[in-house]
């Protein structure tokens, strides 16, 4: 996220690793996550990534 140059993209990049925690599971906070296990934190990217490819995959079927 620290490449993201606008407020607005931090925010919406925010917003979406949080829907994808709840999806999978893990109770992340706002701020520093450092309790939360490399597994925890990798399903999460996992799960963004996953959303990101069915998003694309969507949208060139269109």
Do not use: P, W
């Not at 993201?4 to 999978?24: I, P």
């Not at 996992?46 to 490819?53: A, C, D, E, F, H």
């Amino acid at each position: 996220m620290k490449n993201v140059s606008s407020q607005q993209g931090r925010e919406t990049l925010e917003k979406f690793k949080m829907e994808a925690a709840n999806e999978v599971g893990v109770n992340l906070r706002n701020g520093y996550n450092g309790d939360i296990t490399a597994r925890e934190a990798g399903s999460v990217g996992g799960q963004m990534v996953k959303k990101m490819i069915d998003a694309y995959k969507s949208g060139m079927q269109s």
